[in-house]
Nanobody
Framework: QLQLVESGGGLVQPGGSLRLSCAAS????????IGWFRQAPGKEREGVSCITSSGGRTNYADSVKGRFTISRDYAKNTVYLQMNSLKPEDTAVYYC??????????????????WGQGTQVTVSS
């Protein structure tokens, strides 16, 4: 019953925008910090962004800083990743994750974290 579902990925041209959603079912995200991660073919998974449970603080990888924005909507039990000025290097499967224990802060341990199934983002002309 505990599940995270990502959506919003797709094919976009360089310079374009996408908004990814991470929706929870079976539990509330109110008490959790939430992270976005991505993995490109042949590369290790990397952290993209993280938002605290209160939404008061956000973290970004240097590679996306100034282009991506993480936010959350408590009423919709959803965390978003707005991606602007997309580059081919952003092509990857994007995942959201919640810590195994209720944790308010970023970063958080990934041991036994709850993961979504991922959504494909492809940036190409």
């Amino acid at each position: 019953q505990l599940q995270l579902v990502e959506s919003g990925g797709g094919l976009v041209q360089p310079g374009g925008s996408l908004r990814l959603s991470c929706a929870a079912s079976g539990f509330t995200l109110d008490y959790y910090a939430i992270g976005w991660f991505r993995q490109a073919p042949g590369k290790e998974r990397e952290g993209v962004s993280c938002i605290t449970s209160s939404g008061g603080r956000t973290n970004y990888a240097d590679s996306v800083k100034g282009r991506f924005t993480i936010s959350r909507d408590y009423a919709k039990n959803t965390v978003y990743l707005q991606m602007n000025s997309l580059k081919p290097e952003d092509t990857a499967v994007y995942y959201c994750a919640a810590p195994s224990l209720s944790s308010s802060y970023c970063p958080f341990p990934l041991t036994r974290a709850q993961w979504g199934q991922g959504t494909q983002v492809t940036v190409s002309s």
